[in-house]
């Protein structure tokens, strides 16, 4: 199995946040796509964070995309000047106050692989301990929650969790949990 | 925890494939923020199959969003003219050639709720049989797998499975495996 081949590529939308591009492409099979629209994502950061006492903190915010209040662990868009751990361990002590002891990568994984190019980076935060206040921009407003492991799976099956990447980073993050 | 209110919203770039808006939006607190960007996309179909013989049926095709070849689940953006439920059914014959004994609605999930308006809908097709052969388009080239669970597992511990649509539906999914 084969990759296709792109012949060109052009912004057709292009902001501080959102590209989309134009792709001419050529199969394998030698078909030529003049137009295939993608999304030119900015790589983003989720965190599953595990404190002393082993809960999991969970964020609850509105999110604008989807028009709902929702409950996911902690994420962010990377900054270009960060790696993704910097960027972990930024966004958890911002959205929640804490530190962790130890961040550990899990892995890269795909939130939308046919029309998005995002590529989201997965950590567990262990040891978790809370050293500060949350740090939020004006537009964020965000409740922590504390929950063990069981009550986060009772929100998965009550679909207080929807969020895919938190749903696979819950189960991903199990073995650090015991 | 109160929603953002949407005082007018246009589509900024438009066309069959993409819709991208610019939102006008107020804050609870009372902020106006002129310019949220986000991308209303048509809902999304999963399918987690599982065979007769209680093997799960997975597809690996080229992605051009990611530019990569990907192991996933079933899956297709569902029309306008039918129900999530036809969209599961009939994206499972095309996909794999294999039909469903039973379908199982799981639940929406989100895949991207900060930037993405996409709804992923997914379901469970339990004791699938092949019925006929896979019916691609001409820019579709599409292996099917079948693999028990301890497999599917080592993919996703592996990195072949990078999907968290996918990833979140194995383990959603475990319970119709037994």
Same mark, same amino acid.
């Given at each position: 199995?084969? *990759?296709?081949?792109?012949?060109?590529?052009?912004?057709?939308?292009?902001?501080?946040?959102?590209?989309?591009? *134009?792709?001419?492409?050529?199969?394998?099979? =030698? *078909?030529?796509?003049?137009?295939?629209? +993608?999304?030119?994502?900015?790589?983003?950061?989720? #965190?599953?964070?595990?404190?002393?006492?082993?809960?999991?903190?969970? &964020?609850?915010?509105?999110?604008?995309?989807? /028009?709902?209040?929702?409950?996911?662990?902690?994420?962010?868009?990377?900054?270009?000047?960060?790696?993704?751990?910097?960027?972990? #361990?930024? $966004?958890?002590?911002?959205?929640? =106050?804490?530190?962790? =002891?130890? &961040?550990?990568?899990?892995?890269?994984?795909?939130?939308?692989?046919?029309? +998005?190019?995002?590529? /989201?980076?997965?950590? &567990?935060?262990?040891?978790? &301990?809370?050293? /500060?206040?949350?740090?939020?921009? $004006?537009?964020?407003?965000?409740?922590?929650?504390?929950?063990?492991?069981?009550?986060?799976?009772?929100?998965?099956?009550?679909?207080?969790?929807?969020?895919?990447?938190? #749903?696979?980073?819950?189960?991903?993050?199990?073995?650090?949990?015991?």
């Amino acid at each position: 199995m084969k *990759k296709w081949k792109t012949l060109s590529s052009e912004l057709v939308f292009n902001n501080k946040w959102f590209r989309i591009a *134009k792709d001419k492409v050529r199969l394998p099979n =030698g *078909k030529i796509i003049d137009d295939y629209f +993608s999304w030119k994502a900015k790589e983003v950061v989720w #965190i599953v964070p595990v404190t002393t006492d082993k809960k999991l903190l969970l &964020v609850k915010q509105y999110k604008h995309g989807v /028009g709902e209040i929702t409950i996911e662990y902690p994420g962010a868009i990377k900054e270009d000047s960060e790696t993704p751990k910097e960027c972990a #361990i930024r $966004e958890l002590f911002e959205e929640t =106050g804490y530190t962790a =002891g130890k &961040v550990v990568y899990i892995g890269e994984y795909f939130e939308s692989p046919t029309k +998005s190019s995002c590529r /989201g980076h997965l950590f &567990v935060a262990i040891d978790c &301990v809370k050293t /500060g206040n949350q740090y939020l921009d $004006e537009t964020e407003d965000i409740e922590v929650l504390k929950a063990n492991l069981n009550s986060v799976l009772e929100m998965i099956k009550n679909k207080e969790m929807k969020f895919t990447g938190s #749903i696979a980073g819950t189960f991903l993050a199990t073995k650090y949990l015991k």
